[in-house]
């Protein structure tokens, strides 16, 4: 295929409503896995302005309130804080200034260059009096430093005198808004000033949150003259001059940050600002060749445009929302919003790490361990809940601590112990790392494990998990949930042939997590007894133990504009009906499938029309399974729906930050969806026969061996790297460098 540079550019033109600049800010957001900033004006909106730059797991704690307070319930609320803020230059000329609020915005034309990390922003102010101003802005988060550079060029063809650029460093000012929706955060302060300074060079500014003495510095400077004054609790860069017509006013703004997280000499590293002012187009070279490094192991090529560019979008985005720090992890909405108020949530193990996994097992690596060096907070959590042994992994959670106040939807999702467990699994049947197992993953899935196992029990000979609440949040504290058991069952029957099979290098890790012969014959016996419920008479798999009992409704007859339904009902009237939020049940035969053709298509049918996908999770797993049983036409629907979600702001929830595990989704709809692979001990593809898409490209990783797949006009095409073991629709072969294969409609 025939790359092309335009095919990594996103353009946005006229875009002049507040919700489609609010929409924008996200769709321009840049970061670099630890450090995100959105893509505000420089020059601030005059009035809405509320600029949001964020560090990866930097926050801060509050106190929940409860009516009815019981033992076990988290006390303590984390959430994401909002940096302080270096993003603003006032612009003044005369009596007037530049900005939405005190001119017309007449024309904007923005672009995210993915080849080389830089946004781009080019827009034409009018004045009251008639004057025309031309700003170009270019901005960048660099990506081995946590700086943002940001370039501005102003001309004007018609105004002559004086200009006056103030440039700020602030506290992150208090919004009090009012919102009943439980996905955004709540208006508070959690920055407390500690110093500030300034002398001929820059200004900085040292805080500390409020009740988790996290310390962070900001420091801003020029690649001008500046004056920098402190004002109470923000610094000015001031600088003047008389601006010609025609003549162009350019300046770099640079503005650093350091942290009790990132450095270990915060404060002092700081200061060395006064060393980073080079020309943007120096650090262009450099992410520029970091682009191209990441590219060449993740780039994804459809001969469908829309869905190619989405796609592409999608997949750099979530590249920037991973951190390699492993206090840090991946946010539901990374670092460009405050949406979940940056909580970690079983989302990024099962829909975002996949990619990582495949494409930069370093990374996926790193990632797991933030839920190593988390894990006594979930040995007392499983505490909290009851449980004697094991631990149990928070639902949503920063600092490792469970951060849900509300059990039902939160703390009784134990299907994340298994999430977390099967996505451990996973990268080992991709590297067979098993110097990490040993260290660190088999700890990990041992403590989930037996946690389960104590929460559970066993009743007439089956292995039964009750009070869960599966991926679907609108059916709650069930039991025998199909997708919890059968996770635990994978979870379990890993752990045991695992640790089977290394048990002397394992040694350590046993006594550490106190596991003996019996436990590994109750883990045993629970694998090979777990319930997983069929309706003989409808011939689909039960989502739990009640669910078909519930009574029925015709989503159709609901309002349309009352969803996500959450938003507008009583739980307890979604919770009497067959009403699910995100693919549940179907979940589980996606990734497991181990039904009968008869019963996952039936299974599909009947949860897709009881499926209001009011989550962002949902539609790409029914896509998968679209594709799966050869509904085609659907599939390549939801693909299209998935990979344009945020890039196309369809959902109207774009402003709030990216849907970043849905950008996960959409790399599975290919993968998983048309591809049929699965992570499995051996290479395994299983193709579906389509032709809505008649092309694509892309490589991936597996056993150390680089895999290229073409698929055109239903012709699988493999190159490796080295010789490679492995299963085509269940044929099993060795491939030494190509290999072509032809998609039937029924293999």
């Given at each position: 295929m025939n790359y092309k540079k335009e095919h990594f550019i996103v353009t946005r033109e006229n875009r002049l409503k507040l919700e489609d600049l609010l929409s924008d800010e996200t769709i321009f957001s840049l970061a670099n896995g630890t450090l995100g900033t959105r893509g505000h004006f420089i020059e601030g909106y005059g009035t809405s302005d509320d600029p949001i730059t964020l560090m990866n797991g930097f926050y801060n704690q509050y106190p929940f309130r409860y009516e009815e307070n019981y033992e076990g319930f988290p006390q303590l609320g984390q959430t994401i804080v909002n940096l302080p803020d270096g993003s603003y230059v006032k612009i003044e000329i005369e009596d007037d200034v530049i900005d939405l609020s005190h001119m017309d915005l007449v024309s904007i034309k923005r672009s995210l260059n993915m080849l080389q990390g830089t946004s781009y922003r080019e827009v034409r102010y009018i004045s009251e009096k008639g004057y025309i101003f031309d700003l170009v802005e270019k901005k960048m988060v660099t990506s081995k430093r946590n700086l943002i550079v940001t370039k501005l060029d102003l001309s004007s063809p018609n105004y002559e005198g004086k200009i006056k650029l103030l440039s700020y460093l602030r506290l992150p000012a208090i919004r009090y808004v009012e919102n009943n929706d439980p996905r955004l955060p709540n208006t508070r302060k959690h920055l407390e000033l500690m110093n500030i300074e300034n002398n001929d060079q820059y200004g900085y500014i040292y805080a500390k949150t409020t009740n988790t003495s996290l310390y962070i510095n900001a420091a801003i400077t020029h690649d001008i003259d500046f004056d920098y004054e402190i004002n109470n609790d923000e610094i000015i860069g001031i600088h003047q001059k008389n601006l010609n017509k025609n003549e162009s006013l350019s300046f770099t703004k640079y503005t650093y940050y350091t942290s009790s997280l990132t450095h270990k000499q915060h404060e002092k590293d700081i200061k060395d600002i006064k060393d980073m002012c080079r020309p943007f187009e120096s650090y262009l070279d450099e992410e520029t060749k970091e682009r191209e490094s990441f590219w060449k192991t993740s780039l994804v090529e459809i001969s469908d445009d829309e869905i190619n560019q989405a796609l592409r979008y999608n997949l750099y985005q979530l590249s920037q929302s991973a951190s390699t720090n492993y206090h840090m992890h991946i946010a539901a909405k990374g670092i460009s919003g405050e949406g979940y108020e940056g909580h970690f949530f079983w989302d990024t193990e099962t829909y975002m790490l996949p990619f990582f996994i495949l494409t930069d097992p370093k990374k996926a690596r790193e990632l797991l361990l933030f839920r190593y060096y988390t894990l006594d907070e979930a040995r007392n959590e499983a505490k909290h809940l009851g449980c004697h042994r094991g631990a149990k992994i928070p639902w949503r959670t920063i600092n490792g601590k469970e951060a849900s106040p509300y059990f039902p939807a939160g703390s009784a999702q134990v299907h994340i112990n298994s999430d977390i467990a099967l996505a451990i699994i996973n990268y080992y049947y991709q590297t067979q790392d098993d110097d990490f197992m040993y260290k660190y993953g088999m700890e990990i899935i041992i403590e989930t494990a037996l946690f389960l196992l104590d929460y559970g029990h066993f009743k007439d000979d089956k292995f039964h998990i009750y009070n869960v609440t599966g991926?679907?949040?609108?059916?709650?504290?069930?039991?025998?949930?199909?997708?919890?058991?059968?996770?635990?069952?994978?979870?379990?029957?890993?752990?045991?042939?695992?640790?089977?099979?290394?048990?002397?290098?394992?040694?350590?890790?046993?006594?550490?997590?106190?596991?003996?012969?019996?436990?590994?014959?109750?883990?045993?016996?629970?694998?090979?007894?777990?319930?997983?419920?069929?309706?003989?008479?409808?011939?689909?798999?039960?989502?739990?133990?009640?669910?078909?009992?519930?009574?029925?409704?015709?989503?159709?007859?609901?309002?349309?504009?009352?969803?996500?339904?959450?938003?507008?009902?009583?739980?307890?009237?979604?919770?009497?009906?067959?009403?699910?939020?995100?693919?549940?049940?179907?979940?589980?035969?996606?990734?497991?499938?181990?039904?009968?053709?008869?019963?996952?298509?039936?299974?599909?049918?009947?949860?897709?029309?009881?499926?209001?996908?009011?989550?962002?999770?949902?539609?790409?797993?029914?896509?998968?399974?679209?594709?799966?049983?050869?509904?085609?036409?659907?599939?390549?629907?939801?693909?299209?729906?998935?990979?344009?979600?945020?890039?196309?702001?369809?959902?109207?929830?774009?402003?709030?930050?990216?849907?970043?595990?849905?950008?996960?989704?959409?790399?599975?709809?290919?993968?998983?969806?048309?591809?049929?692979f699965r992570f499995k001990d051996i290479f395994e593809l299983n193709p579906v026969y389509q032709t809505q898409i008649e092309t694509f490209e892309t490589s991936i990783k597996y056993h150390q061996t680089t895999i290229t797949i073409n698929v055109d006009q239903n012709v699988l095409k493999?190159?490796?790297?080295?010789?490679?073991?492995?299963?085509?629709?269940?044929?099993?072969?060795?491939?030494?460098?190509?290999?072509?294969?032809?998609?039937?409609?029924?293999?």
């Open positions: 991926p679907d949040e609108y059916t709650v504290l069930v039991n025998d949930n199909y997708y919890t058991n059968n996770a635990a069952q994978k979870h379990f029957k890993f752990a045991y042939e695992y640790i089977c099979k290394h048990k002397a290098s394992l040694k350590d890790v046993l006594i550490k997590t106190n596991l003996n012969d019996e436990d590994l014959s109750l883990i045993k016996e629970a694998y090979q007894n777990m319930t997983l419920l069929v309706d003989e008479k409808l011939n689909i798999v039960k989502q739990d133990d009640s669910f078909l009992d519930k009574k029925d409704i015709n989503i159709s007859t609901l309002d349309k504009d009352k969803f996500p339904l959450l938003l507008y009902y009583h739980p307890l009237f979604i919770y009497r009906y067959q009403l699910i939020k995100q693919a549940d049940a179907m979940l589980a035969l996606v990734l497991f499938n181990e039904v009968s053709d008869d019963i996952y298509k039936n299974s599909f049918e009947y949860y897709l029309k009881r499926t209001t996908h009011d989550s962002s999770l949902s539609k790409c797993i029914y896509g998968i399974a679209a594709y799966q049983i050869g509904k085609t036409d659907l599939g390549y629907e939801y693909f299209k729906r998935v990979a344009e979600l945020d890039f196309r702001d369809s959902h109207n929830r774009t402003q709030h930050g990216l849907h970043v595990a849905n950008l996960g989704g959409s790399y599975l709809m290919l993968l998983y969806g048309i591809l049929g493999l190159e490796v790297d080295r010789p490679l073991k492995m299963k085509i629709h269940k044929e099993m072969m060795e491939v030494k460098k190509h290999y072509e294969y032809k998609i039937n409609k029924n293999p």
